[in-house]
């Protein structure tokens, strides 16, 4: 089955600097990656996700990029804002997701 | 975008006894939902997927006696805990999906077991 693995597990930036988190995958035949925003005891809420076909998506301070080949995604959030602290997930799959096991960013303002 | 309602959100029952989770897709049909178990500070375990009109597909390490599934309509998925004991305490969250493209989550359910 699909594996995902998440790096780095905590992440803790000063607010207007830029945050980076990685993931991999193994099933090469994935072809959806969302990312989801989880604030504590709330549901995951997507937050922008990209198709295989693509290789970068942008939404606003937003951004996501995909390598198929080496088949590694990563979030990218510039000008972070204290209310971009929350927990982050990467996952592979539409509906029967595999999730990665999430970053703790925390940004200090 | 789609909405998925959960209910109840929060749930405290005595050991031994049932606990029946619902998930409704309230403005789309969801031939398919997914149920998964979320422990504190850690990611999202599918468990099982359900199936509108056939039997639920569960995940390896899943007990499907444990954990009843029912997808009874295009709207309604539930999970049931049966015999409830404190290890089965946890975060419970079902999606659904539209059209092969994103997951729509409900707003979980947080069982306690005491």
């Known amino acids: 089955g699909e594996n995902v693995e998440q790096h780095p597990s905590t992440l803790s930036v000063q607010e207007g600097d830029s945050a980076v988190i990685k993931c991999t995958y193994s099933d090469s035949a994935s072809n959806y990656f969302p990312w989801y925003k989880q604030e504590l005891g709330k549901r995951p809420q997507l937050i922008i996700d990209?198709?295989?076909?693509?290789g970068e998506k942008k939404d606003q301070r937003i951004a996501v990029t995909l390598n198929k080949t080496a088949k590694h995604f990563s979030l990218h959030i510039t000008e972070t804002q204290p209310e971009d602290s929350a927990v982050y997930f990467c996952?592979?799959?539409?509906?029967?997701?595999?999730f990665g096991d999430g970053t703790t960013l925390t940004v200090k303002p | 975008g789609a909405v998925v309602s959960q209910h109840p959100s929060r749930v405290i029952c005595k050991s031994g006894t049932s606990v029946k989770i619902e998930c409704r897709s309230l403005?789309?049909?969801?031939?398919?939902m997914f149920w998964y178990r979320q422990f504190p500070k850690k990611s999202l375990m599918l468990m099982a997927t359900s199936n509108e009109g056939s039997k639920a597909t569960y995940e390896q390490g899943v007990e499907k006696d444990k954990f009843l599934i029912n997808h009874a309509s295009l709207t309604l998925s539930t999970l049931t805990v049966t015999s409830a004991h404190p290890e089965d305490s946890s975060f419970y969250i079902c999606s659904a999906e539209q059209g092969g493209t994103e997951a729509f989550f409900g707003q979980g359910t947080r069982l306690t077991v005491v």
């Open positions: 990209i198709r295989s076909n693509v």
């Open positions: 996952a592979a799959g539409a509906g029967k997701s595999t």
């Open positions: 403005d789309f049909q969801a031939t398919t």
